[in-house]
């Protein structure tokens, strides 16, 4: 009895190793983008930025440039879900949160500003666990997702519960919910940030008319483009994640005589052993990415290397169609953010702020402050009869005096100039496009 | 310099004889997608509409 005892707690650690260590190269890039973009998905529903994949690394006052237009951006943002912080240009250090924060505990500006103090408690540097009791606390509803592996594991969602949960149940295909606990947020207001960017501008100025975009050239095609600094003024972490999955169906290799289910090793309602089994399977994903892990592994014959474990995963509850485990990071990871951009203007100046998500997601801007129709007068009528009429044919005039408008230091748009409050500026156009 | 034009603006107190050159004037420009001709008022001799463009789905889709 003994014996047959150990030889099945061998082959159930062999069993959860050497399954979630399934290799994930054969997952189709498809694949891979469908997952991630289900996870950002997710995260955008909650109206903050994903970031992808998660980082303890991104903090308020860091500026990426953006190089493409923003068009490009909302392309690529509906198409991949997220979009990818890749240029660094500088990580600036605003000062404000006291003011921000003003009464509340542990906030301050300098070495300690957030959420430095929060991460590392103990300003001697001694090795302290993460105390982010006194961060602003953020809740975020469960998302619901489902998930294949007929090409792989999906190692693109940024948990890795998923995958370990998926060859727990050895099922092929399952539906899932994630829950992100113990979340937190801080952030400044993009006015306090604003000042900090604006006096690093003009310090960069040499750096900033590298990526100054020339005017357009009159009647060029395709939006023009621009490149953007984006700086993040709040961040969204996440200490724990928890995974729910429910199998859709078990694969044919259940059918194996030699190696149960892995389920059924951990059905409480079919086993009086359950509790044993689940700190089994426990200390198994807990030593997962260390070398005892490794170790582990070559013992119990595994071919494939543990998964590489960026937090601890355990298994909270199982059943015969489900499992739910709990993954905890070691210091809460940033999942999303909310940022400002600034257009680099062709002379290497900023321009004005706007909120990242608004752009992004490509939502209706304001339109202008309306101005009064005042009719058309003599000097619109001659410059309509210049653009061909009612009908404005004459493309080539519209063109020019387009050029022209653009020279203006008070330019307007054709239909402000025409029927707007402007007369002087219809007599100057009339007198050096008609009667020069 | 201005590196392109602005969008053109709002208009109110348009005509109804006015409303048609309005929307044509402001098509000119390729970036208005969207123009919403609302009834304003009757001055008591004669009915006026604002004219409003959009760059943007103003409904969000």
């Known amino acids: ?436 | 310099m201005a590196q392109e034009l602005p969008p053109p603006s709002p208009k109110t107190n348009v005509t109804r004889d006015g409303v048609s050159n309005e929307v044509a004037l402001m098509l000119l420009d390729p970036r208005v997608k969207w123009i919403a001709v609302v009834f304003e008022r009757n001055d008591g001799a004669a009915d006026r509409f604002s004219v409003t463009p959009w760059t943007k789905d103003p409904t969000g889709n």
């Not at chain 1, 995260?43 to 190089?67: K, N």
């Not at chain 1, 906030?107 to 982010?132: H, I, M, N, S, T």
């Open chain 1, 1 to 436: 009895m003994m014996a047959a005892h150990a030889v099945g707690r061998w082959v159930l650690i062999a069993a959860v190793i050497g399954l979630a260590g399934c290799s994930t190269t054969r997952m189709s890039g498809d694949q891979l983008a469908r997952v991630a973009k289900d996870w950002a998905l997710g995260i955008r529903a909650s109206q903050v930025i994903p970031v992808y994949p998660l980082t303890e690394d991104l903090q308020p006052g860091d500026v990426f440039l953006v190089e493409t237009a923003l068009e490009d951006q909302v392309k690529v943002y509906s198409e991949k879900g997220f979009l990818p912080l890749e240029n660094l240009v500088v990580r600036l250090h605003p000062k404000g949160y006291s003011a921000f924060y003003r009464g509340w505990p542990g906030v301050e500006d300098g070495k300690l500003a957030p959420p430095r103090r929060w991460q590392f408690p103990d300003p001697k540097g001694d090795e302290v666990p993460a105390d982010y009791s006194d961060a602003p606390l953020a809740a975020f509803p469960t998302y619901n997702f489902s998930v294949s592996r007929s090409g792989g594991l999906s190692l693109a969602i940024p948990v890795q519960s998923v995958p370990v949960g998926l060859n727990l149940l050895d099922t092929a295909s399952a539906n899932g919910t994630i829950t992100l606990k113990d979340a937190y947020t801080y952030g400044l207001p993009a006015r306090a940030i604003d000042d900090y960017v604006k006096r690093w501008a003009n310090e960069s100025r040499g750096y900033l008319e590298q990526y100054a975009v020339p005017s357009p050239e009159p009647g060029a095609k395709g939006p023009p483009r621009s490149f953007y600094l984006r700086v993040i003024n709040r961040v969204y972490l996440v200490k724990t994640v928890d995974v729910s999955l429910f199998a859709n169906r078990a694969t044919a290799a259940d059918a194996s005589a030699a190696v149960p289910r892995q389920i059924d090793l951990l059905n409480i309602g079919g086993d009086t052993e359950a509790k044993k089994r689940f700190d089994e399977v426990n200390k198994v994903l807990a030593g997962a990415s260390g070398p005892k892990g490794e170790a582990a592994a070559a013992e119990s014959g595994a071919t494939a290397a543990p998964i590489a474990a960026g937090g601890s995963v355990r298994v909270a509850m199982a059943t015969s169609r489900s499992v739910s485990l709990v993954e905890s990071f070691a210091r809460p990871l940033v999942i999303g953010y909310l940022a400002t951009d600034y257009r680099i203007l062709p002379s290497g100046e900023l321009g004005p702020a706007r909120a990242a998500l608004t752009a992004i997601e490509g939502r209706p801007q304001l339109p202008a402050k309306p101005i009064p129709y005042t009719g058309c007068d003599s000097n619109c009528d001659r410059l309509t009869a210049w653009l061909g009429g009612a009908g404005y044919k004459e493309k080539a005039n519209v063109q020019r005096l387009t050029e022209w408008l653009m020279k203006q230091p008070d330019a307007v748009a054709i239909a402000d100039l025409m029927t707007g409050p402007y007369p002087d500026l219809r007599s100057r156009a009339v007198a050096d496009l008609i009667a020069p």
